[in-house]
């Protein structure tokens, strides 16, 4: 069974500048998470899609964050303009239902913003 | 507000021994832990789970152990091995009824385990 699949795996941008990530989740995950993982935290939900609807943003930075899930299936993560604490790791996770206590992550974009 | 924490930010261990992993946690609404771990340019993979009916779940080295009127779990590993040497996280989910999404996962800061040969 293939993972969640993320791309790029490093991205370095300068401040004010726009990036874009890309995840694909397992075959079937109807859930899908995005988290932020800044250096020494654990990761933290910005936002979680049940099918192409979003279930949670609550803390999602939506003046500069934004994210879909177009048909259900793979989804995208854009951030515009980059800030320096923009800097992070962005982990992209699935589960097969929303009760989701079983979540797999995909490797993860590391984001350095200069 | 720091609602999962990991007071311990690393703990070294010989091998052999018992690793003891601890987290804290304050809201009430959480009803199911969870462990995962983490190694170098991966992402975290699920470790082992306990709901909050139950006060141990064991699997293979694995158990944790849940403690509610303290608001405390640990993970134990037994007998530890170089390879478990990786970062661990501690996450808990809300119940159905907790006042957020159902899925959502709120994490601890990690702690990073070594294991020396």
């Known amino acids: 069974e293939a993972g969640v699949a993320q791309s790029p795996r490093y991205k370095i941008i300068e401040k004010r500048q726009s990036v874009a990530f890309w995840c694909n989740p397992i075959?079937?995950?109807?859930?899908l998470y995005w988290y932020q993982q800044i250096l020494g935290q654990g990761p933290k939900l910005l936002i979680q899609f049940q099918n192409n609807g979003v279930v949670d943003d609550s803390q999602l930075p939506k003046d500069r964050f934004s994210a879909e899930r177009l048909k259900g299936v793979d989804s995208t993560l854009k951030i515009q303009p980059a800030k320096l604490e923009d800097s992070a790791v962005y982990l992209c996770?699935?589960?097969?239902?929303?009760?989701?206590?079983?979540?797999?992550f995909g490797p993860g974009t590391r984001l350095t913003v200069t | 507000d720091q609602q999962v924490k990991q007071n311990s930010p690393s703990l070294s261990v010989q091998e052999g021994r018992i690793s003891i992993l601890n987290c804290d946690y304050t809201?009430?609404?959480?009803?199911?832990f969870l462990w995962y771990k983490k190694y170098p340019a991966e992402g975290p993979t699920f470790l082992i789970s306990i709901s909050s009916i139950k006060d141990k779940n064991e699997d293979g080295r694995f158990t944790v152990f849940l403690n509610k009127s303290a608001k405390h779990l640990s993970l134990h590993i037994v007998p530890s091995q170089p390879g478990d040497s990786a970062v661990y996280f501690c996450a808990a989910r809300p119940s159905r009824d907790g006042g957020t999404s159902y899925g959502k996962l709120t994490f601890g800061q990690g702690t990073i385990l070594t294991v020396h040969p």
């Open positions: 996770a699935s589960s097969l239902s929303e009760g989701g206590y079983e979540q797999y």
């Open positions: 809201n009430s609404m959480f009803d199911y």
């Open positions: 075959s079937g995950h109807a859930t």
